[in-house]
């Protein structure tokens, strides 16, 4: 079994993401397999932020049911289907691992649930094989950044078992502000300026001014008027180590909404 030593933060954008083939972003998902990380993991767990609980929730299945979770998009949105294998038993590793190093005193299992489009949609443009057993992992809104990025240390000997640890949010992600342009509208400066300040704390490895967005980052409730979209990034950051270096793999906007995405390469 090869380990990974590598994680990874995603953003995922727009549903739109499944059938717009002038995204740019849709071209970075597709390119996945053979431009961003050639190995096949064993299995994957995927943070999302359209899972958001109160206590920590993994979903237990044997094959994973795709949730349409959006509206007034094209009808063919609705017909497309992604079931890999479930993970159960990534998902009960997972919550050993919260419940022990984690100190986590609940961790909930969920029998019935499937993918969330902050997993499936992603996952389809980068695995379309659908082959690859996944695991899902809920987000706690209720709590901060810190929370989070301890969640991801927890979950780090994954690395070592060969799951792929991905989060997927938003870099930025106010849905309110939809329709402008980021690049020629001064009004909506507040994305480029998180986006950039983001951007260079992960490269200059300042995580704990990450894991402290709200009072470090410039706009931060503008950015983020409800944090669920940016806590799969600590988690990932968490599980790569205090010592990981990031890199920037993907920028691109739709509007507000930056896709730009995140690979922490762990030292060891």
């Known amino acids: 079994m ?8 995603l953003s995922h954008g727009s549903p739109i993401l499944s059938i717009d083939d002038t995204l740019v972003a849709r071209d970075f998902f597709k390119s996945w397999s053979n431009k961003v990380f050639q190995h096949k993991p064993k299995s994957i767990l995927v943070i999302s932020a359209h899972w958001d609980t109160e206590f920590p929730s993994v979903n237990t299945v044997l094959r994973n049911s795709t949730i349409h979770d959006f509206d007034g998009f094209p009808k063919p949105m609705y017909k497309l289907k992604y079931n890999p ?5 990534l998902g009960k590793r997972v919550k050993e691992l919260l419940m ?4 986590m005193k609940r961790v909930d299992e969920d029998t019935n649930r499937g ?61 309110r502000k939809r329709g402008y342009n980021v690049f020629t509208d001064p009004s909506v400066s507040w994305a480029l300026e998180f986006d950039l ?6 490269l200059q490895g300042r995580y704990g001014d990450v894991n ?30 205090d010592d990981a270096k990031a890199e920037q ?13 995140y690979r922490f390469t762990s030292s060891t």
């Not at 300040?197 to 992960?202: I, T």
């Not at 793999?249 to 995405?261: D, G, M, N, R």
């Open 115 to 175: 993918l969330d489009h902050g997993a499936w949609i992603p996952l389809m443009l980068m695995y379309p094989e659908a082959d690859i057993p996944v695991c899902q992992l809920s987000v706690q809104s209720s709590q901060n950044g810190t929370y989070h990025y301890n969640m991801g240390k927890a979950l780090a000997p994954l690395k070592e078992e060969g799951v792929l640890i991905i989060g997927s949010g938003n870099a930025t992600h106010n849905l």
């Open 2 to 9: 090869e380990k990974v030593n590598q994680t990874f933060f």
């Open 85 to 89: 294998p479930g993970a159960i038993e």
């Open 197 to 202: 300040w983001l951007r260079d704390s992960l």
């Open 212 to 241: 402290d967005w709200e009072e470090k980052a410039p706009s931060p409730r503008i950015a983020h008027p409800w944090p669920d979209h940016l806590y799969p990034l600590h988690v990932a950051m968490g599980a790569a180590g």
């Open 100 to 103: 022990g190093g984690g100190g």
């Open 249 to 261: 793999i993907h920028t691109s906007w739709t509007s507000t909404l930056s896709y730009s995405s």
